[in-house]
């Protein structure tokens, strides 16, 4: 599998496959499902935790536990509870009903794929924001598409 080459469809697919997810936590979390098996699978599907190392940069993290090098510091981003990481309240339990993104560009490197984007959500209580990101998917030995870089900011506001 290491002699696959990232395509724009490839590129297209796995953002959207990212978007779906936020919202399918949020659906678990508001059904009274499982979340957090629920988020440890997107994490373990979609990100390079298990075999790789991520460079993670969540958009109200700060501090000292602004990066998220680990599973677990991702794991209290998207959903809280981690007396470890006392400030995270769960991002992605809103729920955030609609996500997309838009502006999107990208380069294209071999089994790499670093892209920059504006990623839009809209939660049930029809509140909208949008961030920025940059994010770089790789192509790992078992032919699945993970994240090894997720960057996230809030527009700057002059």
Not at 86 to 96: H, R, S, T, V, Y
């Amino acid at each position: 599998m290491a002699n696959m080459n990232f395509t724009e469809q490839m590129v297209i697919d796995t953002l959207q496959r990212w978007c779906d997810n936020v919202v399918r936590i949020g659906e678990v979390h508001s059904q009274g499902g499982d979340v957090r098996t629920a988020t440890e699978q997107v994490l373990t599907d979609n990100y390079d935790y298990d075999k790789g190392k991520v460079l993670f940069k969540p958009t109200l993290a700060f501090g000292p536990q602004t990066f998220r090098p680990t599973k677990e510091g991702a794991l209290a981003y998207f959903i809280g509870g981690n007396s470890n990481y006392p400030d995270d309240k769960g991002f992605k339990l809103k729920p955030w009903v609609k996500v997309w993104y838009n502006k999107l560009d990208y380069v294209l490197h071999g089994d790499i794929a670093i892209l920059q984007c504006n990623v839009h959500l809209v939660g049930q209580d029809d509140s909208h924001i949008f961030v920025n990101k940059s994010f770089v998917f790789r192509i790992c030995d078992d032919g699945k598409i993970r994240i090894v870089l997720h960057q996230s900011s809030l527009p700057y506001q002059p």
